[in-house]
């Protein structure tokens, strides 16, 4: 194999046979040579390489070796100026020819620098008729003084072979750059690269994955070729704007616990300032898993139509949630009400106290005001029937009718959805204890560790991704092996007999707080009969009328069972076991076996055609307008920081300025109203 010039600035073109007439400089018109500052005088080294003349070596990369090793301790870097695949290799000092370029030094943008200083050292090797080599001396001299430090020469900074394979393999494992650095230099102390020699060799691991392919291509490839679900969306200029995909073992995960889902969008996760859609599932142990990612162009309603429509393909035709929690984001709400109009859409009770909190809490003066304010709205939230909810309500208004505003604002914003968030409704649907969305909240917390920056593309997203759900799904089925052969201490009692290694941990001591409960005399008065419809467990009341001495399998939902589920890290098991394209394919061979001569000609050609159908060219998204400062802003600040932005609950509750000078609240220091008035008069 040809090995490729070590310096960028010098370009050769081979357009003869004959080494001699190669090794001339033929450099176009065009082409602007920059001058060479006057150097020391020439310095003669060939006291170590006239020896090699005389000796034959057996295969080109002994002879290279040498050189190097010689001029290496000389202080001089020997690189391959030209090459021919057995026949001859050029040798030369890193320092030799001229820096060219297309366009004069003023038209240059970046102040630019050279190495090249025309340095004459020249050594060649060529292969003799036998098959061995020899060294043939064209120029010792060189031009300018030896090194003394070598990291200045980027020849020394390569990474052998083996050093190479361990910067590939853990910048895959999502490790960063320093560390990878760090981790090398621990067995090699005498390592002479640096951060910037990473992300050059990360760059070129990118390149050679990609094949010739076009990014997007490739990474619909991957996503194929691994056993994702997928599909993708593009404009009638072939560039992409929506991309769906779902991990095997995520699919794996959603068909085993279809029940409960919660969705959010989170932002700063690639250069296209995309939205990414999160689809989060809650399994046995009351942990949250990856289902899908949707990465979306815009956050309209036909946008999440799309994505919903991917998400009901991968639960099969037919199945539905039994409930999905998301915040009061009304385009999605719709899509919901679309898509799977026999779930109920719950909305975050968090969100929505931080909603109120945004926008009513300056109306009130004194704090004992507002925490009776939330106080109130707490106990209407928490309202356990309808009747109960409306005499909240009530003394709600009467309460506090002076805060018109604040009426006006609770009335017309979430009074509409008061089924989707009230106990009173939510209190009837399976949702498992899920009334927020801390787990999208904290999925995007725990994704953005792996990302650790807002600027990769949608394959180098993807890829973290994967990491992030690799380990997500391990720590999934180890705790659910470990629970299957592990007994808590404190259920060892006839109650639980029928249910330990059965029914997960998390199922377990929620059922012994309703046990426990149930031996107490008041029990009545803290169970409304909503903890058997929300969790699936029976509850105080069903453990006491019922006399349940032991308590019963079925009486525990498929949500919160062990013994049924066995996950595996097999890609295959993410399918289903009836493939349609497999009976489809069995029903085509059958048919195409009865049919006459003529009819089997057509039937090859006509899939012959469909399988050599061309895929459309695919072009990777455009930047996407996101919230903030315009691009031409001064005052905005271009980050690769995948940390959000803060809510406006977050700056409300914000402390309030306070001055170091006088101690009031409201003003800094150099606004002080007491401080500018004793400058005035002091000035007078």
């Known amino acids: 194999m040809e090995e490729e ?58 002879l290279l070796s040498t050189i190097r090793k010689i001029g290496l301790l000389q202080g001089y870097v020997m690189v391959i100026k030209r090459s021919k695949s057995n026949r001859y290799v050029a040798i030369g000092c890193d320092r030799g020819g001229c820096y060219r370029t297309y366009s004069t030094l003023e038209e240059k943008k970046k102040n630019l620098a050279s190495r090249l200083i025309d340095c004459p050292f020249k050594i060649l090797g060529r292969r003799t008729a036998e098959g061995l080599w020899k060294v043939e001396i064209s120029s010792l001299l060189h031009n300018h003084e030896p090194s003394i430090n070598m990291a200045g020469h980027p020849y020394c900074r390569r990474f052998t072979k083996d050093e190479a394979l361990q910067v590939e393999q853990m910048s895959r494992a999502g490790i960063k750059p320093r560390q990878i650095l760090s981790s090398i230099r621990q067995s090699n102390p005498d390592l002479l690269a640096v951060s910037r020699n990473i992300y050059s060799k990360t760059a070129q691991f990118r390149r050679e994955s990609l094949g010739g392919r076009s990014i997007i291509q490739a990474l619909l490839d991957e ?94 035709d037919g199945n539905h949630p039994l409930a999905i929690v998301s915040d009061r984001e009304l385009a999605l709400m719709k899509a919901v009400q679309v898509v799977f109009p026999m779930t ?44 109960t909810f409306n005499e909240a309500w009530n003394r709600f208004q009467i ?16 009074l509409p959805w008061k089924e989707r968030f009230v106990f009173a409704w939510t209190g009837q649907t399976s949702h498992f204890g899920n009334n927020v969305t801390s787990r999208a909240e904290g999925a995007h917390g725990t994704l953005k560790k792996y990302l650790q920056v807002s600027t990769g593309g949608l394959r180098e997203v993807k890829e973290n991704i994967c990491l992030a759900i690799q380990n997500q799904f391990q720590e999934i ?48 008065s803290q169970c409304k009969g909503q903890f058997s419809k929300t969790m699936g467990l029976p509850c105080v009341h069903m453990i006491k009328e019922m006399r349940i001495e032991v308590l019963p399998l079925n009486q525990i939902h498929e ?63 455009t930047l996407q307008p996101h919230k903030g400062r315009p691009v031409g802003s001064n005052k905005r600040k271009e980050t690769s920081s995948t940390r959000r932005e803060p809510s406006y609950f977050e700056r409300v509750e914000k402390a309030p300025r306070k001055c170091s000078g006088c101690g009031n609240i409201g003003h800094y220091r150099n606004k002080c109203p007491s401080i500018n008035k004793s400058t005035t008069v002091g000035t007078q």
């Open 5 to 62: 010039l070590v310096d960028a600035g010098l370009q050769v073109s081979m357009s003869s046979d004959d080494m001699e007439e190669d090794l001339q400089s033929n450099h176009p018109s065009s082409i602007i040579e920059v001058p060479i500052v006057n150097g020391p005088s020439m310095i003669d080294v060939s006291d170590a390489f006239l020896s090699l003349s005389t000796k034959f070596f057996e295969n080109r990369e002994d």
């Open 223 to 316: 996503l194929g070729g691994a056993g994702f679900s997928h599909n993708a969306k593009y404009d009638h200029s072939g560039h992409l704007t929506h991309l769906f995909f779902a991990h095997p073992t995520s699919i794996e995960l959603t068909k085993s616990y279809s029940n409960v889902f919660v969705m959010d969008c989170t932002y700063k996760t690639n250069k296209y300032k995309m939205p990414l859609l999160e689809i989060v599932g809650v399994s046995s142990f009351n942990t949250s898993f990856y289902s899908c990612f949707v990465f979306m162009q815009k956050e309209e309603q036909h946008d999440y139509q799309w994505a919903l429509e991917m998400f009901s393909k991968l639960l099969g």
């Open 344 to 387: 109920p859409n719950l909305l975050c009770i968090w969100h929505i106290e931080k909603n109120i909190l945004a926008h009513c809490k300056g109306q009130f003066k004194e704090d004992a005001d507002w925490v009776g304010f939330m106080s109130s709205w707490s106990t209407l939230v928490k309202s356990w029937d309808v009747s």
């Open 399 to 414: 309460e506090y009718k002076d805060y018109s505003s604040i009426l006006t604002y609770i009335g017309n914003t979430w």
């Open 477 to 524: 089925r180890t705790q659910l092996a470990s629970e299957k052969i592990r007994v808590p201490q404190k259920l060892c009692i006839p109650f639980f007999k029928e249910v330990i290694n059965k029914v997960s941990f998390y199922a377990l001591f929620e059922l012994q707080k309703q046990y426990l409960l149930a031996n107490t005399k008041d029990y009545s």
């Open 559 to 621: 949500q919160w069972r062990i013994d049924t589920r066995s996950f595996t890290n097999d890609h295959c098991a993410s399918l289903d076991h009836e493939d349609p394209f497999s009976s489809l394919l069995f029903e085509v061979k059958e048919k195409y076996e009865k049919q006459p001569l003529m009819q089997k000609e057509n039937t090859l050609r006509q899939l012959s055609q469909i399988l050599g159908a061309s895929c459309p060219l695919i072009f990777e998204p």
